[in-house]
């Protein structure tokens, strides 16, 4: 909502093309509520009779040229970005805009075509109108020519809420630009003297109420009223003016003869003014009959929207998430910028790497996150070592390498210690301090640092998402020949068919057991842990349970070679993962569906003259959230405290 000063402190810019955006920005910054926000939005249509999800690759070119946007936004503005999937623009940007609650929409305009029928098409574009009939929100409109070396803003008003919003906005344009604001009122110039001696009281009066003194009231005479405002334009960098009235009500000045959504008045002086233009117009409060119309418009949609969601359901909303939240690491690998986003938002960063006997790769592993993410860029506060009682050179190679190795069962020795991958992520995270935590697996041979960075990307570049899982090719050595293709057997045998069956919002998820991922610790801290096999498939859960398929994203990490199990070992973690789908349905459903479930495995093992059966108990231990853990919440207190009395850059 608007804030103290009338000024909008949510503002929305759909950018068709990026690279003409940093006015726009600029307007956007000047103008905003101070602690407000920015969202750059980009859309990507889909044609009707197509999935949503062949939005996907276009939605990361488009990402990709929001991510420029960054490049010019100032410092103390957060700035996020944001791509919507559908089948109209107007209808995603209404969307957007509802969703964020957003105060006011910004357009950049690059005019009409030049043959265009004015009676039959829209008065700003097709796009625009459609817009502004449904918009929740504020509308401005910039006919762009430049804002630079801004010395003088003309603002023409007539009184009304438009010409209200126009002098606030230009108001905060000229303070923050450092230039003159000119409110200017056209009159006759056969004007009474004694009426032209009140509209000047008025003028100036107006002038007062809706600024903080910058705005000087200037009264000129013309008959015609769009080439007198042309003509002052001439001595102004900036021209704000509000939509006119409707037709009839400019009396005998004359105005062009239609008035559509914001006037063929400010249509006119935007094409033909030498200065960029801005035109804007408040949220329409709507007569009782607009409001029936309105009304009665809302339930057929809904109706439409209830028997859209009975048709398509979860395979509907999926498909759309597929497209929107699925992320390239090449989008992200200017790590600049996302250190950037970093410090706009006051956020910490720790890298987690989870070990057991990996001496083979975890030095490179370290070294390189250690080089790339904490010495030459800041991306990283803290690189942290867990490591689960290695038998090899792991611990000492690790520290060599500059990481600080802890073992995860001397991390909250009051609570005992489990084997497992889960465990050691749950205690990590009491380990840690960073505001995002990544986890990256320690036995991959190609490690690179897109890895982290990729999975951290779509969390400071979108608020929205509160975890990211990556994916990729995952080939795999046989007989020391790497074969495509051949890797993610559990994933494509055993978790991608149970998800399907009983949690298909998680059905776009491409690769749900990947061993890299990233995640806001305030949605970490809130879930419990599998402490074995079971720890990726359980997170996925629960996570969606807390934060809904718009809080996860995936993010396309290229090709990892990694170290590759055998069937015995690959058998054990599907029947882990087995049991935590169980045991999580069972939860769901608030029911026992099954009368028993196993723990234990029992496996054939034959030899000469010899045939018998091992069984091996494979249960997967749950660790409840970690803020439910005393010595975590008093740790956080503690580190929230120190925060605070810590001096800041300002102070001697």
């Not at 209404?94 to 929409?105: F, G, H, T, Y």
């Not at 105005?255 to 559509?260: N, V, W, Y």
């Not at 979860?314 to 998430?321: E, K, L, N, T």
């Not at 038998?391 to 084997?419: C, F, M």
Request: with cysteine.
């Amino acid at each position: 909502m608007r804030g103290r000063t009338g000024l909008p402190s949510r503002i929305l810019l759909p950018l068709a093309n990026p690279r003409t955006a940093a006015d726009l920005v600029r307007i956007g910054a000047a103008i905003m509520e101070h602690g407000g926000t920015l969202t750059a939005l980009g859309i990507v249509e889909v044609p009707e009779g197509m999935p949503l999800s062949e939005g996907a690759t276009r939605a990361r070119q488009a990402r990709r040229l929001l991510q420029r946007v960054l490049e010019f936004t100032p410092d103390n503005v957060e700035l996020r970005t944001t791509v919507r999937i559908g089948r109209r623009a107007a209808e995603g940007i209404v969307e957007a805009a509802a969703e964020d609650e957003s105060d006011l929409i910004i357009f950049g305009w690059g005019g009409p075509p030049p043959a265009r029928a004015r009676a039959a098409e829209a008065i700003f574009s097709p796009t625009i109108d459609e817009v502004v009939r449904d918009a929740p929100c504020d509308i401005a409109v910039v006919k762009q020519r430049g804002v630079h070396d801004v010395h003088r803003i003309l603002v023409p008003v007539r009184g009304g809420p438009h010409a209200e919003l126009a002098i606030r906005f230009a108001d905060a344009l000229g303070r923050s630009l450092d230039a003159e604001v000119v409110a200017l009122h056209v009159v006759r110039p056969e004007l009474d003297a004694s009426v032209r001696t009140q509209t000047e009281r008025a003028l100036r009066a107006f002038v007062r109420h809706h600024t903080r003194g910058r705005a000087r009231p200037l009264l000129v005479e013309g008959t015609s009223i769009a080439p007198t405002i042309i003509r002052e334009a001439e001595s102004a960098q900036l021209l704000v003016m509000g939509a006119t009235a409707l037709p009839g009500s400019a009396g005998a000045l004359a105005l062009p003869p239609e008035s559509g959504l914001f006037g063929a008045l400010p249509e006119a002086v935007a094409q033909q003014a030498r200065p960029t233009v801005i035109v804007v117009k408040t949220k329409e409060t709507p007569s009782r009959a607009v409001f029936e119309r309105r009304a009665a418009q809302a339930e057929t949609l809904e109706a439409a929207e209830r028997a859209a969601t009975i048709a398509q359901g979860v395979p509907a909303r999926v498909d759309r998430w597929f497209a929107e939240s699925n992320f390239s690491h090449q989008q992200f690998a200017d790590l600049g910028l996302l250190v950037a986003l970093k410090e706009r938002q006051g956020l910490t960063i720790s890298l987690v790497l989870p070990a057991l006997n990996e001496a083979a790769t975890i030095g490179p592993i370290v070294r390189r996150a250690r080089r790339e993410l904490l010495e030459k860029v800041p991306l990283l506060d803290e690189l942290l070592v867990i490591d689960s009682a290695s038998t090899d050179g792991t611990v000492r190679i690790a520290a060599e390498e500059g990481a600080r190795v802890i073992q995860h069962a001397d991390v909250l020795p009051r609570y005992g210690s489990y084997r497992g991958k889960g465990e050691a992520l749950w205690k990590s995270l009491h380990a840690t301090s960073g505001d995002l935590v990544a986890w990256c697996d320690t036995d991959i041979r190609d490690w690179h640092p897109r890895f982290v960075y990729g999975t951290l990307g779509p969390l400071l570049a979108e608020p929205r998402i509160g975890y990211v899982k990556g994916y990729y090719q995952r080939p795999i050595v046989e007989g020391g020949v790497l074969k495509e293709g051949g890797g993610g057997r559990v994933t494509e045998l055993v978790a991608r068919p149970l998800i399907n069956l009983f949690f298909p919002e998680l059905s776009g998820m491409i690769q749900p057991l990947s061993g890299e991922y990233a995640g806001r610790r305030s949605l970490l801290e809130a879930i419990p842990f599998f402490t074995g096999y079971a720890v990726e498939i359980g997170h996925l859960i629960d996570v969606i349970e807390r934060v809904g398929l718009d809080g996860l994203g995936q993010v396309d990490l290229d090709v990892r070679v990694h170290r590759n199990q055998e069937l015995e070992g690959l058998s054990r973690m599907s029947f882990v993962i087995l049991q935590a789908v169980m045991k999580r349905l069972e939860e769901r459903h608030r029911a026992r569906l099954f009368a028993e479930l196993g723990s234990t495995m029992k496996l054939p093992r034959s030899s000469r003259g010899h045939l018998s059966l091992e069984v091996i108990d494979l249960a997967d231990q749950e660790r409840p959230p970690m803020l439910r853990i005393p010595e975590y919440a008093e740790r956080r207190a503690a580190l929230a405290a120190a925060l605070a009395d810590a001096p800041t850059g300002g102070e001697a």
